[in-house]
């Protein structure tokens, strides 16, 4: 049995990363091991899973079929594992989180030796991302997410509130002024963020007034810290988080700009699957976080 639910276990891993090569890291096993695990469920089933060469993995019409039926099967035994483990006076286990990058760095990761010390019988395996993580289909514990949350099905606890502002070097606005409206932002290198959900389109409120602003500039990224270390180097005007900005902001380096606009603010979140019982392992991770981020953090007073 133990057996069969290593081999259950490696074809979903297969399916969900679509790589042999890269299913195999995440396994921590070689992938020639792996390749054979499959072929022997493959060989117990009588069926082939995957359709494969040497650019591609794809699953057959009985690979989707079984993959939801072993999803399901998995699902039930975490549910069973949850319901022993809430139990457990002492938190244990393997506990996956995912984290933006940026955040995670600076504000959770510091504080996780202290969780360890506090939780010695808990492991963290983290996972540093600013993609979007499924945590039922990745089989994530928990995923800290900054923005507005779309699935419902989710539980969900709030952090923080993540206040955001228009900033620049001093150097770029003595070179090229100050906006004093929005619409001046048009003639300005803005600097985005490429999963910015609105695009390269900025929103700013004052008062009864609403203005949406398409933006350009020379530079766009996919990673907070890179369009930081861009306006600090005079690169132009970014819409950042306070928590990567604020010190920026307190000493000088950067500025504020349009402080009399408003832009849209969003929350830090904790994500959890979904599922009856929450294992205690995840129940104490996310009440340790809440515990830290109880009293508005350095990042969000006003300067």
Known sequence: MDDQFELIRSFIVVAQKLSFVEAADGLQIDPSALSRRI??????????????????????????????????????????????????????????VTLPVVFGQRHIAPALSEFLNRYPQIDLDLSFTDRFVDVLEESIDVAIRVGQLQDSRLIVRKLASNRRVLCSSPFYLQKYGSPQTPKELEQHSCLNFSRLATGNIWHFSHQSQRIAIPIKGRLRADNAEA??????????????????????????????????????????????????YTPSKTQVFVDFLVERFRDPPDWDVSW
């Open 227 to 276: 369009l930081y270390q861009a306006v600090l180097g005079g690169c132009g005007i970014a819409l950042l988080a306070t928590y990567l900005v604020g010190d920026a902001l307190k000493t000088g380096q950067l500025s504020t700009v349009l402080d009399d606009w408003k832009v849209p603010t969003t929350d830090v979140f904790a994500v959890l699957g979904v599922g009856q």
């Open 39 to 96: 072929r022997r469920l493959e060989k117990r089933l009588g069926v082939r899973l995957f359709n494969r060469n040497t650019r591609r993995v794809a699953l057959t019409e009985a690979g989707v079929l079984y993959l939801s039926h072993c999803q399901e099967v998995l699902a039930k035994l975490d549910q069973a594992d949850a319901i022993v483990s809430h139990l457990s006076t002492e938190p244990r286990g393997l506990l996956r």
